[in-house]
């Protein structure tokens, strides 16, 4: 009725070609660091220089100390990667369970109220603001937890919950729900999260360019209720 389809109607996966998942920090732990560090310069226009970066961005804290407990997760290190992951939430207020699957270049801006479950997957290229959860929706076992593709912007205090597919350079508005299949270069917005846009990608950094799903039909209802006033006034 109103242009938007809810996304938790979207059960199947999505109709274009499967998200690939990201690589690990597994092959090659430096390189993953690296682009860690050099995304965040390219997504914060506050980033002045590397010493303020190294020093003063908790979202490079967290994913550094979450590539170090992933490598000993898949090693079967017992409680170590647990208990890394437990001080990493104590110093920088992101919680990523060690067994989360991390690309490379992604930022979590601010990331204070961060948490990401075991089983999520992250594409690489991702950017997650404050306040975002990556959780699951009850006590299943296996892969429990979303899958994002490359590209990837979750905007402050979003929910992605549950095992589904969020496709490559989706867009997902703040304080967004999301609980159904999303496909590639969708925006999402709303409580649930609803498919607005399929025109692809824009700048990651221009939330003010998110429609209102919400203030959209609150106008219209006020549009039609004027109208009818209107009609009744006038009537003999």
């Known amino acids: 009725m109103f242009g938007s389809l809810p996304v938790r109607e979207r059960r199947g996966s999505p109709s274009e070609s499967p998200i690939s998942e990201p690589?690990?920090?597994?092959?090659?732990?430096?390189?993953?660091?690296?682009?860690?560090?050099?995304?965040?310069f390219e997504r914060d226009p506050a980033a002045r220089n590397?010493?303020?970066v190294v020093c003063c961005y908790p979202g490079l804290h967290a994913l550094g100390i979450h590539r170090l407990s992933h490598e000993l997760w898949h090693r079967n290190v017992p409680f170590i990667p647990r208990f890394f992951s437990h001080i990493a939430r104590f110093l920088t207020g992101i919680e990523i369970h060690p067994g989360a699957t991390i690309g490379q270049g992604v930022f979590i801006d601010h990331g204070m109220g961060v948490v990401i479950g075991e089983t999520a997957i992250i594409g690489d290229y991702c950017l997650i603001y404050q306040n975002v959860t990556l959780g699951?929706?009850?006590?299943?076992?296996?892969?429990?937890?979303?899958?994002?593709?490359?590209?990837?912007?979750?905007?402050?205090?979003?929910?992605v919950l549950g095992n589904i597919e969020i496709g490559n350079h989706v867009r997902i508005g703040a304080g967004s729900i999301v609980l159904g299949h999303v496909p590639h270069d969708c925006t999402v917005v709303g409580v649930?999260?609803?498919?607005?846009?399929?025109?692809?990608r824009g700048c990651p950094?221009?939330?003010?360019?998110?429609?209102?799903?919400?203030?959209?039909?609150?106008?219209?209802?006020?549009?039609?209720?004027?109208?009818?006033?209107?009609k009744i006034q006038n009537l003999p």
Do not use: C, Y
């Open 23 to 40: 690589r690990t920090s597994r092959p090659n732990l430096l390189s993953f660091l690296r682009q860690d560090f050099q995304i965040i």
């Open 50 to 52: 590397w010493l303020e």
């Open 136 to 159: 699951g929706t009850g006590k299943e076992s296996g892969k429990r937890h979303p899958t994002l593709g490359h590209g990837v912007i979750v905007g402050t205090g979003a929910k």
């Open 192 to 200: 649930p999260g609803r498919i607005i846009s399929r025109s692809g």
């Open 205 to 230: 950094l221009e939330h003010d360019k998110l429609p209102d799903v919400e203030g959209q039909v609150i106008r219209m209802l006020l549009d039609r209720i004027e109208e009818l006033e209107q």
